[in-house]
């Protein structure tokens, strides 16, 4: 934008006082053209004067029908605001988004198994999975790595992922062999697999906030309940999230509670045998946990020494009555002689956000739903669940943040347009006239939009403040003309009749050249094509009708600002009546 700019003040002048001599046809003699190609002058010739007689009577015609917008003002006025409600309702009915999901190349697969599974039945997963991509989808991937033991959020041996590299864009035609296409299907493939859940998901539009697409929501426990109240809590609302049909992939990234083996010391015991609860933990860490005692040099390298009981010697729980803890006089008391074994459960994470405990929950909208859409189910699902409260995290987080930004970012590009606006024209009421011209372009994109099925996203936003500048570009091309008439001495109606036939080529030629700049965004395909297509669909909808429709009201809007309603009213009155005068002296 400034390097336009820059072009605009110092090259286009030059270029004009350089390029567009007046010369005489005399003057300048036969070109080469008409010296060696005569026959493609003459119907170069022939198609120019023809296009010129034809727009000549498109200029006359629209000048007439101006006239008649000018004398059905009230007409014209309430389809104006007709248009302002149906904008303004279609942007409300819009779904909102962040940013749109990008075919990056890339799909990641995750699966989770019961607690306890051994990892003999993790790698079976595993291979399941490997063969599913190698088999279904063998034209789409170019290579897959896996990994079993870890995943998002935690790591376990009941737990694995994959990363699957597909093969270039021009190698996937069509919508069927998009990322989303993929991940569909293979979601779909897995559900039938028995004792474990697997997820395909599509990498997150920007690195660090979040490691997939779709939500992220921190399910807090406000009310201090109890860890066992809190885990049914937790259930209840996946369990109802998972039916819910605009939903999908909804996980925890938290893994279930495991197995654990817990120890009970007896400390009257203890005591018996001259032992100290630091004398018992520090032999179960050494024996069974591992200590590191030094380093020592191997070939010139660094290592660690960790002193740790043979792994057939703490394999098994019964295996704690062999060892024995020294007291405090010499003696070696063995530990079943002060404690004792059991089973229990135990959380393998524990998480908090904003100093509460938490779960953290993640998923995916459903196909043809939006991602504030899918928030807002999770927030009407955890509210029905008493004694907590959500948050969001990652690019949730920066969603709803955009979202309450948007109506004060649209304000303030308003205020600033009218601030310019008025320092030019030195007037209060001519920005107006150029204001009013704008929701006619907001409607355009928003109509646009609302058609091909997108969302209200960052990109939209961009669009609308693009259209915008643009709708107040073409006002300003026509006003500036009427405004310059009316300091020669003509009436309103008069100027504003004179410069929508003067300027009605420059907008035509201006709008639609960038219209026709910004078609290949709106059909773009291939990397990075949803957000090319969220801004174009935006940017060439709301610029037909800050074209095609503004046209008709920039005279009337800039009659009835420029001298008042009344005044307005007043002029076409008497605009009116000089016409039948005109008329009837004719006649």
């Not at 300048?28 to 053209?33: L, M």
């Not at 704008?438 to 646009?448: K, N, R, T, V």
Request: charged share 20%; hydrophobic share 45%; proline share 4%.
């Amino acid at each position: 934008m400034v390097l336009s700019v820059l072009v605009a003040l110092i090259l286009s002048p030059a270029l004009t006082a350089t390029l567009l001599k007046a010369k005489s046809h005399e003057e300048a003699g036969p070109n080469w053209i008409e010296r060696n190609l005569p026959w493609l002058a003459r119907l170069w010739e022939r198609f120019h004067t023809g296009f010129n007689r034809g727009f000549e009577r498109m200029t006359n015609a629209y000048a007439h029908r101006v006239e008649r917008v000018v004398e059905h003002k009230w007409r014209w006025l309430a389809l104006f605001l007709i248009a302002c409600v149906a904008t303004f309702m279609l942007f409300q009915r819009l779904p909102t988004g962040f940013l749109p999901n990008e075919d990056q190349g890339t799909i990641m697969v995750q699966w989770r198994l019961p607690a306890g599974s051994p990892r003999t039945r993790t790698e079976e997963v595993q291979r399941q999975v490997e063969n599913y991509f190698k088999t279904y989808e063998k034209a789409n991937v170019a290579s897959m790595f896996t990994l079993s033991g870890g995943g998002q959020g935690a790591a376990g041996q009941n737990t694995g992922q994959a990363f699957v590299t597909l093969v270039d864009w021009e190698e996937r035609p069509g919508s069927k062999n998009t990322a989303d296409a993929i991940v569909q299907r293979a979601n779909g493939a897995f559900r039938n697999l028995r004792d474990a859940q697997v997820f395909t998901l599509v990498p997150g539009a920007i690195r660090g906030l979040g490691s997939s697409s779709g939500f992220t929501m921190e399910f807090q426990n406000r009310s201090g309940m109890s860890r066992t109240e809190f885990q049914k809590a937790r259930d209840e609302l996946l369990a109802k999230a998972t039916a819910d049909d605009r939903l999908t992939n909804v996980r925890l990234s938290d893994l279930p509670d495991v197995a654990t083996l817990k120890i009970n010391s007896n400390t009257r015991a203890l005591t018996t045998y001259g032992l100290t609860a630091a004398n018992a933990n520090s032999t179960l860490q050494t024996a069974w946990g591992g200590t590191y005692v030094n380093d020592f040099i191997d070939k010139g390298r660094v290592k660690r020494v960790y002193v740790q009981g043979d792994a057939q010697f703490r394999s098994r729980p019964e295996d704690l009555s062999n060892w024995f803890v020294r007291g405090t006089s010499g003696q070696m008391v063995p530990f079943s002689a002060f404690s004792t074994i059991s089973w229990s459960t135990a959380p393998s994470t524990s998480s908090r956000f904003n100093g509460l405990q938490a779960y953290e929950f993640s998923g995916s909208p459903s196909a043809g739903v939006s991602s504030g859409t899918a928030m807002d189910v999770m927030e009407e699902l955890a509210s029905q669940v008493p004694g907590t409260a959500v948050a969001w995290a990652g690019s949730s987080y920066q969603e709803r943040l955009s979202s309450g930004q948007a109506p004060l970012l649209y304000a303030l590009s308003l205020l600033v347009v009218f601030l310019c606006l008025a320092a030019l024209y030195e007037s209060w009421s001519i920005p107006i006239a150029v204001i009013l011209v704008i929701p006619l372009g907001l409607l355009g994109a928003i109509l646009a939009v609302t058609l091909r099925g997108l969302e209200n996203d960052v990109y939209l936003q961009i669009g609308l403040l693009t259209t915008m500048g643009l709708a107040a570009k073409n006002a300003i091309l026509m006003i500036e003309f009427a405004e310059q008439a009316e300091r020669q001495g003509k009436r309103v109606i008069e100027a504003a009749l004179e410069a929508a036939r003067i300027r009605l080529r420059p907008i035509l030629m201006t709008s639609f050249a960038f219209i026709f700049g910004v078609v290949p965004l709106a059909v773009a395909s291939g990397a990075g094509a949803n957000s090319r297509i969220a801004i174009g669909t935006a940017v060439v909808g709301g610029m037909l009708t800050a074209t095609l429709l503004a046209i008709f009201f920039i005279p009337l809007f800039f009659v009835l600002v420029r001298r008042g309603v009344r005044d307005g009213i007043a002029a076409v009155r008497q605009h009116l009546q000089q016409r039948r005068e005109r008329k009837g002296d004719t006649a």
